[in-house]
Nanobody
Framework: QVQLVESGGGLVQPGGSLRLSCTASGIIFSSSAAQWYRQVSGKERELVATITRGEGTSYADFVKGRFTISRDNAKNTVYLQTTSLKPEDTAVYYC??????????WGKGTLVTVSS
């Protein structure tokens, strides 16, 4: 059974930083792509960042230069380092891992609140 557990969310002031983590079990993580999404209540979930098996990365325009996605295959973990946070970054952040066979798995999310 594949499980994804996110952590690292919380309350941070504008301009602050957080590092989100997502640890996977029950899957060959090193063969999987991983993504971070976010969702504000009442809105569609939106893609934030992607990291491939080969560690290629891509970002949504609204986080470029502020967020960094990375992975540690030895720890089965994908990270999202967020910096220069803005109130509009407030959302539930979800981790998605896509297996070698194209099957997606989702975590339950971690809440990031950016407020003074």
């Amino acid at each position: 059974q594949v499980q994804l557990v996110e952590s690292g969310g919380g309350l941070v002031q504008p301009g602050g930083s957080l590092r989100l983590s997502c640890t996977a079990s029950g899957i060959i993580f090193s063969s999987s792509a991983a993504q971070w999404y976010r969702q504000v209540s009442g809105k569609e979930r939106e893609l934030v960042a992607t990291i491939t098996r080969g560690e290629g990365t891509s970002y949504a325009d609204f986080v470029k230069g502020r967020f960094t996605i990375s992975r540690d295959n030895a720890k089965n973990t994908v990270y999202l380092q967020t910096t220069s946070l803005k109130p509009e970054d407030t959302a539930v952040y979800y981790c998605k891992v896509i297996s070698l066979y194209g099957i997606p798995y989702w975590g339950k999310g971690t809440l990031v609140t950016v407020s003074s």
